[in-house]
C-alpha cells in the first residue's frame, strides 16, 4: 500500500502520535494463536441444542403441526411452534419506524419461503435435535410462489406477503422511492444519444468464517445473559425485548468478537428464540447455523435489476439519467425497504447530471428474506452505473476514463437529492489511477480539481 | 482461440454512515488509578478491528501511547448504546464518540495536574508519551501515572468523561427526493486487467490497481488490510458468487464452500493499493468510512476489462465462463 500524501495536504494536519500510526493490533495474537474467545466457546453445563424444522415449500399454508412423535424422540426436551411466541409477528426497523411487522419468528399459518422455520426443537445434544426435526410432521396446502420479480409486480400474481397486502414494499412516496431533479425528458429531447441497458444480479452469501449464533443462559434472578455475534448489540437486545414481550432490564447481552460480520449478523434471528427456548426450559440454550443454514437460509445479498436510461452529448456530457432499481426482498422486508432506498440516494452516482429521474423499488418474492450486505443498496448499483458509463463512452467514440473527468462531481456541485457536493474526490482518484496503471489522459483532466473557487 | 487481454476502469463514491442518519452511538472513558485508560461501548468487532482503532482515536486525544488504553466493550450491562457495527459507520461514529468522551476525561486531567503544578491548566499539553508538560517550560512536568493517583487518592476527582455522536435524521421529501444521505463520502478509482479464454469463457485476472480516498488513514496497516481484503472480495462478486447461480430460478444453490464458488489464493490478483486522504468535515481526524465501498469498484472494473478483452458484455453477475461463453457464440452467429 502507498499513501499519497501530497493529494489534498493543506487541509490535513500530519504528524499526529498514535493516529496515522501503523499499530499492530491488540487483537491479533489471540487470532493467530486460537486463543480470542468467541461466543461458541461457552460450553455450559447441561446446555441444549436447538435445530428448527423447515419449510420443504417455496409458499404453502400450513393445516396442521404435529410435534407429538418428535416430543418423544429420546433426548428431546422441548417442541416450540408459533403459539409459543409472545409477539411472534415482527420487523426488525420497527425500531426507526419503518415498518410493518410482516415476518413471523416460527411459521403462524402460512410458510413463504422455502426454509423457513416452523418449529424450534430442544434437544440435549445437536444429533437428537436433528432427528427429531424430522419427525414433526407439518401438513402443507401447496400454494403458487413467484420468484420473478417482473411476474412478482404483475396483476394477479400470488401474493406473496399479506402484511403488505400488495408484492411490493409501500414507501410514503407510493410504490417506490423517488428522486425527481431537474426536467429527463427535456434532457433526452437534447440528447445527441440515448442509451438504456438493463442489468442484474443474483443472490450473494456474506461467507463468513463464523456463522451466525448464540448461546443464552438463564442467570436464576429472571434475567438471561446471551452471547452472540450480532453485528449491533443493543438493536438486537431491543427487538429481543419487543418479540419476547420481555423488559429490556431482563436481558443482558455479551459480544463484540466476531468471526466475520459483512452485514449478515445484523438480522435478529437466532436470538429472541434461543432467550424463548432458555426461559421455557430453564436450561441454556445454544443455537447455532450450520453452514448449509449460512448458506441457504440466512439473509443473501438482494438480487437486483437496474434499468439505466441515458441521454449523452457528442462532447461527453450526460445531460439525462433515469434510473429504475428493483430489489428482490425476498419473503420478507428485513433491512430490504432501506436498502432500495439507500439506492435512491445513491443514483445517479459521483456525476454532476442535470437532469435525474430515480424509481427504487423493494419487491417481495418467495425465496429466502434478503438483506444487509456489505455495500447494500449501493455495490449492485455501481456495478451497473460504472459498466453503463464504458458503455456511454464506447458509443461516443470517448476514452472511458477522460469520459469520467468530464461528468465528475466537484465541491459545491448540486446533486440529484439536493445536497450540494462537499469533500469530492473523485477527480483525484481517477488522475492517480491514470498515472498508477499507466492509463494516460488529456493534461486537462490531470489539471482538474474537485475544489472550486468559491465553494 | 486464444487468451486475450483486456482492461477496465470504474470510479465510485460512497456514503459514510446509515443512509439518512438517525445511527447515534455512544462512548465512556475512565482512568484508572495509575493512569490507563477505559473506552466502554456497546460497539462490535467484527474482525476488522475496531477496538485497536477505537484505542488509537482514545490514546491520541488524552496523550498517551494506545497500550494505555484498555477496551471494554459489546456487553450491554456495562457499555453504553451503539446502533451497530454496519453502513461504514463505526470508526465515524464511534470514533466520534470516543473524542468527545476522551476530550472532557483530558480536560479533568489537566486540571488535576494544574493543581500539582500550580500553573493554569490552558498552560500544560501532553507529549503524548504520558507525560504532562508546562508549555514553552518543558522540564516542569508530570506523569499522568502521578496524576492519576493523585486524582484518585489525594484530590478526589474522576478522570472520565461521556462521548455522544448522532447525525439527526433525515427525511426525504416524497415528490422530489430531496434528502441528506450522509455528511461524507470516500472515493475509489480501480483499473482491472484480464485474460479471457474466448474457447472456455474463464477469467484470470492479472492485476487490480486501486486507488482509494478514505478520508484519513488512521492506522495505515488496517486500513491496507481491509482495503486488500474488500478488493479481493469485489473480484469473487464479479466471477464467482451466489447462492442462486440460475436466478431467478431457485435450483443448484450451494451449501457449503466445495459447492460455493469463490476464489482461492491462487485466483487472486496482483493488488494495489494507493490512498489518498481528503480529511472530511465531521469525521474523527477526518477519517470516513472506507469499509463497504472497497469491495465495490472492482466489480465493473473487471466487467468493463472483459468486454475489452473479447467484445462481449456481460450485464448479470457473476461473470461466469458459461454466460462468457453464450455471449460469444451469440456474438458468432450474428
Given amino acids: 500500500m502507498e499513501l499519497r500524501k501530497d493529494y489534498f495536504a493543506d487541509v490535513r494536519k500530519d504528524g499526529l502520535h498514535e493516529i496515522g500510526q501503523p499499530r499492530p493490533r491488540l487483537d491479533s495474537p489471540g487470532h493467530v494463536t486460537g486463543k480470542t474467545a468467541y461466543f461458541a466457546d461457552r460450553i455450559l453445563p447441561g446446555m441444549l441444542h436447538l435445530k428448527m424444522v423447515r419449510s420443504p415449500h417455496h409458499h404453502a399454508r400450513i393445516r396442521s403441526i404435529d410435534t407429538s412423535e418428535a416430543e418423544k424422540h429420546p433426548g428431546v426436551v422441548k417442541v416450540l411452534t408459533a403459539k409459543d411466541v409472545p409477539h411472534n409477528v415482527y420487523t426488525i426497523l420497527i425500531l426507526i419506524q419503518i415498518g410493518p411487522e410482516d415476518e413471523t419468528v416460527l411459521a403462524d399459518g402460512k410458510v413463504r419461503w422455502k426454509g423457513e422455520a416452523v418449529a424450534a426443537v430442544l434437544a440435549e445434544t445437536e444429533r437428537a435435535a436433528q432427528e427429531a426435526a424430522a419427525k414433526v410432521k407439518v401438513d402443507y396446502e401447496v400454494l403458487p410462489a413467484v420468484f420473478d420479480m417482473e411476474e412478482a409486480l404483475k396483476p394477479g400474481a400470488p401474493l406473496v406477503n399479506e402484511y403488505h397486502g400488495q408484492n411490493y414494499y409501500l414507501y410514503d412516496s407510493g410504490e417506490c422511492r423517488k428522486v425527481r431533479f431537474g426536467d429527463v425528458d427535456a434532457g433526452f429531447a437534447e440528447a445527441d444519444h440515448i442509451l438504456e441497458q438493463t442489468y442484474q444480479s443474483s443472490p450473494i452469501e456474506h461467507a463468513p468464517t463464523e456463522t451466525t449464533g448464540c448461546v443464552v443462559a438463564p442467570e436464576g434472578n429472571d434475567r438471561f445473559t446471551c452471547y452472540t455475534n450480532t453485528q449491533a448489540m443493543f438493536f438486537t437486545l431491543d427487538n429481543a425485548s419487543i418479540i419476547l414481550q420481555m423488559p429490556g432490564s431482563k436481558l443482558h447481552f455479551v459480544g463484540g468478537t466476531v468471526g466475520g460480520g459483512f452485514g449478515g449478523k445484523v438480522d435478529v434471528i437466532v436470538e429472541p428464540i434461543a432467550i424463548l427456548a432458555a426461559k421455557l426450559t430453564g436450561r441454556p440454550v445454544s443455537f447455532i447455523y450450520s453452514r448449509e443454514e449460512e448458506m441457504q437460509i440466512s439473509s443473501p445479498r438482494a438480487a437486483e435489476k437496474v434499468v439505466i436510461k441515458d441521454g449523452v452529448m457528442k462532447d461527453g456530457r450526460i445531460v439525462a439519467r433515469k434510473v429504475t432499481g428493483y430489489t428482490d426482498a425476498g419473503a420478507y422486508s428485513r433491512h430490504s425497504p432501506y436498502g432500495a432506498q439507500k439506492g435512491a440516494a445513491h443514483y445517479p452516482g459521483p456525476y454532476t447530471i442535470p437532469n435525474v429521474w430515480i424509481d427504487t423499488y423493494c419487491v417481495y418474492t418467495n425465496r429466502t428474506p434478503s438483506s444487509a450486505m456489505r455495500g447494500f443498496g449501493v455495490t449492485i448499483g455501481d456495478f451497473a452505473l460504472e459498466v453503463q458509463m464504458d458503455k456511454l463512452a464506447r458509443l461516443i467514440g470517448m476514452d472511458p476514463l477522460e469520459f469520467r473527468f468530464i461528468n465528475a462531481y466537484r465541491d459545491g456541485d448540486m446533486k440529484a437529492h439536493r445536497q450540494p457536493t462537499e469533500g469530492a474526490a473523485l477527480i483525484e482518484c481517477m488522475q492517480e489511477a491514470s498515472r498508477a496503471a499507466n492509463w494516460p489522459v488529456a493534461d486537462k483532466y490531470m489539471a482538474m480539481s474537485s475544489y472550486r473557487k468559491g465553494a | ?334
Fill in chain 2, 1 to 334: 482461440m486464444a487468451i486475450r487481454r483486456g482492461r477496465g476502469v470504474a470510479a465510485i463514491n460512497y456514503p459514510t454512515g446509515m443512509n439518512l442518519g438517525g445511527d447515534p452511538t455512544q462512548a465512556l472513558v475512565h482512568s484508572t488509578p495509575t493512569g490507563n485508560f477505559m473506552v466502554t461501548l456497546s460497539s462490535v468487532d467484527l474482525g476488522q478491528g475496531m477496538k485497536q482503532i477505537m484505542a488509537q482515536i482514545c490514546a491520541e486525544t488524552i496523550g498517551v501511547p494506545t497500550d494505555r488504553v484498555i477496551i471494554d466493550t459489546a456487553d450491554t450491562d456495562t457499555g453504553p448504546h451503539c446502533m451497530g457495527t454496519f453502513a461504514s459507520r463505526g470508526t465515524h461514529r464511534a470514533g466520534n464518540a470516543v473524542i468527545q468522551a476522551a476530550k472532557e476525561a483530558r480536560q479533568v486531567m489537566l486540571e488535576v495536574a494544574a493543581e500539582e503544578l500550580e500553573v493554569n491548566a490552558s498552560d500544560l499539553e501532553t507529549d503524548g508519551q504520558g507525560n504532562i508538560l508546562v508549555k514553552g517550560a518543558p522540564q516542569k512536568s508530570i506523569s499522568i501515572f502521578d496524576v492519576a493517583l493523585s486524582a484518585h487518592f489525594k484530590r478526589g476527582r474522576s478522570i472520565s468523561g461521556r462521548g455522544m455522536f448522532l447525525i439527526p435524521r433525515s427525511y426525504p421529501e416524497k415528490e422530489t427526493g430531496a434528502m441528506k444521505p450522509s455528511t461524507c463520502y470516500a472515493h475509489a478509482c480501480t483499473v482491472a486487467e484480464v485474460e479471457v479464454d474466448d474457447e472456455t469463457g474463464e477469467v484470470t485476472v492479472l492485476s487490480v490497481k486501486n486507488v482509494f480516498e478514505i478520508g484519513r488513514a488512521l492506522n495505515p496497516k488496517m486500513v491496507e488490510q481491509q482495503l486488500v481484503g474488500g478488493s479481493w472480495m469485489g473480484i469473487s462478486h464479479a466471477l464467482y458468487e451466489t447462492t442462486e447461480p440460475y436466478y431467478p430460478n431457485r435450483d443448484h444453490g450451494g451449501t457449503d464452500f466445495n459447492q460455493y464458488l469463490m476464489p482461492g489464493p491462487g485466483d487472486l490478483a496482483e493488488t494495489e493499493i494507493i490512498v489518498l486522504e481528503r480529511p472530511s468535515a465531521d469525521g474523527p481526524f477526518g477519517a470516513k468510512g472506507p469499509g463497504e465501498m472497497c469491495a465495490n469498484p472492482q466489480i465493473p472494473a473487471v466487467a468493463n476489462a472483459v468486454f475489452d478483452a473479447v467484445g462481449v458484455r456481460i450485464d448479470t453477475l457473476p461473470i461466469t465462463p458459461e454466460r462468457i461463453l453464450r455471449a460469444l457464440k451469440a456474438q458468432a452467429a450474428g
